[in-house]
T-cell receptor, first 113, second 109 residues
Framework: IAGITQAPTSQILAAGRRMTLRCTQD?????MYWYRQDLGLGLRLIHY???????GKGEVPDGYSVSRANTDDFPLTLASAVPSQTSVYFC????????????FGPGTRLTVL | GQNMDQPTEMTATEGAIVQINCTYQ??????LFWYQQHAGEAPTFLSY??LDGLEEKGRFSSFLSRSKGYSYLLLKELQMKDSASYLCAVRDSNYQLIWGAGTKLIIKP
């Protein structure tokens, strides 16, 4: 059982390029989340999905989009990357929005130049 | 607005006890979480409190006072492997987690 996986592990991207970060979980969790983590700041929620077919905006959604076509996958797309999007991105899931625990993927380290 | 506050860094000695505090002001309250994050790794779940009082789990305990907007994580019998960042988070009225910036705990032999 893999749990929750993310790809790529790291990426260097030129500003203006489009990029999709992948996230897959095999725990049949209903809720999934995308966070970014920057030094000195807490994890900040970008987008979330409480169940397949639905998505919602978090604290910092601008410049990012998500889709949730099925239970397992929750890709995050940067339409036109900017240097301020340099960060570590974590995908997480929980059995439901009211669940007691979020399980985190290993993260993607993204650098936008 | 929403605000989470925890110390940036703490240092403790192997075998000792350390208490990491977290204060919060959020839109609604549906539970408080503590996570551990080793450098370069993902956060992992430690504890969940929704009612006032102390929850004990092995060497780790977590306390909550909702009226004071306050929680602490107590780590006993510190081991070198406990060197990590400790993140507190509150689930707000929208069932989203609001995270503190984390407390980096340094354990010295």
């Amino acid at each position: 059982i893999a749990g929750i996986t993310q790809a790529p592990t790291s990426q260097i991207l030129a500003a203006g390029r489009r990029m999709t970060l992948r996230c897959t979980q095999d725990m049949r969790h209903n809720a999934m989340y995308w966070y970014r983590q920057d030094l000195g700041l807490g994890l900040r929620l970008i987008h979330y999905s409480n169940t397949a077919g639905t998505t919602g905006k978090g604290e910092v959604p601008d410049g990012y989009s998500v889709s949730r076509a099925n239970t397992d996958d929750f890709p995050l797309t940067l339409a036109s990357a900017v240097p301020s999007q340099t960060s570590v991105y974590f995908c997480a899931s929980s059995d439901r929005a009211e669940g007691h625990e979020q399980f985190f993927g290993p993260g993607t380290r993204l650098t936008v130049l | 607005g929403q605000n989470m506050d925890q110390p940036t860094e703490m240092t403790a000695t192997e075998g000792a006890i350390v208490q990491i505090n977290c204060t919060y002001q959020t839109s609604g309250f549906n539970g408080l979480f503590w996570y551990q994050q080793h450098a370069g790794e993902a956060p992992t779940f430690l504890s969940y409190n929704v009612l006032d009082g102390l929850e004990e789990k092995g060497r780790f305990s977590s306390f909550l006072s909702r009226s004071k907007g306050y929680s602490y994580l107590l780590l006993k019998e510190l081991q070198m492997k406990d060197s990590a960042s400790y993140l507190c988070a509150v689930r707000d009225s929208n069932y989203q987690l609001i995270w503190g910036a984390g407390t980096k705990l340094i354990i010295k032999p």
